[in-house]
């Protein structure tokens, strides 16, 4: 059992920046690939950033430069941090762990950048 919980979203300026959280609980140790999904609305999910059990990160093209992916292991917690927000960062972000794939998902925080 996994349980994911996302937090730390919340109404920021264009170019602000917020940090979501992403704890997780339950039987994690075989759980090596780790990311931050977002979904706008009338828009696919799109895979924002992932970090790996090794520390190998990557990030999409629309949000490389502004967000980082962390990790504390110690905590059990994932992080983005995302700076320099821009309107079209708005979006649901979710949190998903998994082994070969993303098997367990949190249940999303809400982030919008507006003015």
């Known amino acids: 059992q996994v349980q994911l919980v996302e937090s730390g979203g919340g109404v920021v300026h264009p170019g602000g920046s917020l940090r979501v959280s992403c704890a997780a609980s339950g039987s994690i140790f075989s759980l090596n690939l780790m990311g931050w999904f977002r979904q706008a609305p009338g828009k696919h999910r799109e895979l924002v950033a992932s970090i790996t059990s090794g520390g190998s990160t990557n990030y999409a093209d629309s949000v490389k430069g502004r967000f980082t992916i962390s990790r504390d292991n110690a905590k059990n917690t994932v992080y983005l941090q995302m700076n320099s927000l821009k309107p079209e960062d708005t979006a649901d972000y979710y949190c998903?762990?998994?082994?070969?794939?993303?098997?367990?998902w949190g249940q999303g925080t809400q982030v919008t950048v507006s003015s």
């Open positions: 998903a762990w998994g082994r070969d794939e993303y098997d367990y």
